[in-house]
C-alpha cells in the first residue's frame, strides 16, 4: 500500500506532461488535438497550456517522494483531470484526438481515483 501514491503519482505525471511538446509549435499542437486550422490566438493558448501542464506533471512527480505532498498533489491532479472531463462531456462534439485525450484522462481518474484510496488508508484518521 506504500507505493500506490507516488506509483499514480508519477503514472498521472506522465499523462500531464504528454502535452508539453505542443510547446514546440502549432504543426505539433494540431497533430496532439487534431486542430486543422489554427490561428495565432488558439496557438498562444494552447503552447501555454502545455507549459501549465508540464509544471503540474513537474510537481506531481516531485510530490511522488515527498508524503508530505501527497494530499496537494492528489488534490490538483484531481482537479485538472475531472474539470477537462466534465468541460469535454458537457461540450461534446470534440474529434477524435480530443476523444483520445478524454479516454487517457478517464485513465487518469482510475489511477487517481486508487491514489486517493491509498492515501486515505495510509492517512492517520483526525
Known amino acids: 500500500m506504500r507505493y500506490v501514491v507516488p506509483v499514480v503519482l508519477v503514472l498521472v505525471a506522465i ?8 510547446v514546440t509549435g502549432g504543426a505539433r499542437l494540431a497533430s496532439l488535438y487534431g486542430i486543422a486550422d489554427m490561428d495565432a490566438n488558439l496557438e498562444i493558448l494552447l503552447r501555454h ?14 510530490a511522488a517522494f515527498k508524503p508530505e505532498l501527497h494530499g496537494l ?4 491532479a484531481t482537479i485538472s ?6 468541460i469535454a ?8 484526438a480530443v476523444a483520445t485525450v478524454v479516454k487517457v484522462d478517464v485513465v487518469a481518474v482510475l489511477l487517481l481515483a486508487a491514489g486517493w484510496f491509498g492515501h486515505l488508508a495510509r492517512s492517520p484518521a483526525p
Open 73 to 76: 498533489a492528489l488534490l490538483g
Open 89 to 96: 462531456l458537457t461540450t461534446g462534439g470534440y474529434g477524435p
Open 81 to 86: 483531470v475531472a474539470t477537462f472531463l466534465a
Open 49 to 62: 497550456r502545455a507549459v501549465l501542464f508540464g509544471l503540474l506533471a513537474a510537481f506531481l512527480a516531485f
Open 15 to 22: 499523462i500531464h506532461a504528454l502535452p508539453l511538446v505542443g
